[in-house]
């Protein structure tokens, strides 16, 4: 078991999501940056799927009352154990009885922290996830508070630290053209694609919403609403557009511009508010190739990991 002392700012525990439930309209949830997640619980030897907590900002700290091997990947922390310095993106053992303190970020915008057996809170709807808005899942369907209790999973047999290479960021998101990318102005299609984008104080794990040059349509739509998923770009009537995130609604009714590939997803979880980022487009053969990539680097990770167990 885990005891939040500080619980930081809106840290939840996340999975990689609910699938099979959308037609009931529910949000996959899930974490943000799945792959940040996911080499957090390889570096742990845990199940991809296996829930941590997602850390957004602010001091996090908490006590363990059993032995734990543990990884902190995505967004750069400060990570301590008392006064001893831990590093980002290690698996690193912590004692019954110490405090674990992460403080941050110093870069990105979010972290995950996986735990050898998982964070053990019950199963909502197939998944582990927090989803705040419908107060689904997690610890009690809402972010920690002082003073939570948090159960793990039984504890696993492993025996020395290991690390592995983070991946660089770019701020160029690669998307595919949206259906509704006709119907805009030849001038907006343009601006879309050319402009850098910057990420609203309003975002959150529903949306990224951008700020800059007003798209236009050419003209006015009638559309029905219609099915949305994560990675959607939907053009308001203001003309700002908005990227879909894991908590998003399932559907809607904007014109949709572009698709964010999953593999590119991660970058707006790690984008600060402020921070200015570009639409890169793309092929659906780009976009596959953009996944093989990913699955590659697990890949190797994994065979890497196993040679120094």
Same mark, same amino acid.
């Given at each position: ?42 570096? =742990? ?8 907590? *997602? ?22 922390? *400060? ?34 922290? /996986? ?10 709807? $197939? ?7 419908? *107060? ?9 508070? =002082? ?8 504890? !696993?047999?492993? +025996? ?21 990318? /006709? ?27 951008? $700020? ?20 959607? &770009? ?8 908005? =990227? ?16 964010? &590939?999953?593999?590119? !997803? ?26 093989? *990539? ?10 890497? &990991?196993?040679?120094? +167990?």
């Amino acid at each position: 078991m885990i005891e939040v002392l500080i619980p930081g700012f809106h840290t939840t525990v996340q999975d990689l999501g609910r699938t099979g439930y959308r037609h009931l309209g529910v949000s996959v949830s899930g974490a943000l940056d799945r792959q940040a997640l996911m080499l957090a619980n390889r570096l =742990v030897a845990n199940p991809d799927n296996a829930a941590g907590l *997602e850390l957004t900002a602010g001091t996090l700290e908490l006590k363990f009352h059993r032995d734990a091997w543990f990884s902190l990947t995505g967004a750069n922390y *400060e990570i301590k154990i008392g006064s001893r310095e831990i590093w980002h993106g290690w698996r690193s053992k912590i004692n019954a009885g110490e405090t674990l303190i992460l403080k941050g970020p110093k870069s990105g915008m979010r972290a995950y922290l /996986a735990i050898d057996g998982g964070i053990d809170v019950p199963i909502s709807l $197939s998944s582990r996830s927090t989803l705040t808005a419908a *107060e689904l899942g997690g610890h009690q369907g809402r972010a920690l508070k =002082v003073g939570d209790r948090i159960p793990l999973g039984d504890k !696993l047999s492993l +025996s020395k630290p290991i690390g592995a290479v983070q991946r660089g960021y770019s701020n160029e998101v690669r998307a595919l053209a949206g259906p509704e990318m /006709a119907l805009f102005t030849q001038d907006s299609r343009k601006v879309f694609w050319s402009r850098q984008w910057r990420l609203s104080n309003d975002s959150n794990r529903m949306g990224a919403r951008l $700020s800059g040059e007003a798209l236009n349509l050419e003209q006015e739509p009638n559309l029905n609403s219609h099915a949305v998923m994560p990675g959607t &770009i939907q053009v308001p009537p203001s003309g700002q557009p908005i =990227v879909l995130l894991a908590d998003g609604q399932t559907t809607g009714g904007y014109p949709k511009i572009a698709t964010v &590939i999953e593999a590119d !997803l991660w970058k707006l979880a790690q984008t600060r508010p402020g921070e200015k980022l570009q639409f890169i487009h793309v092929s659906p053969n780009q976009a596959e190739d953009a996944n093989y *990539e990913w699955q590659q680097y697990f890949y190797r990770l994994q065979k890497a &990991i196993d040679s120094c +167990s």
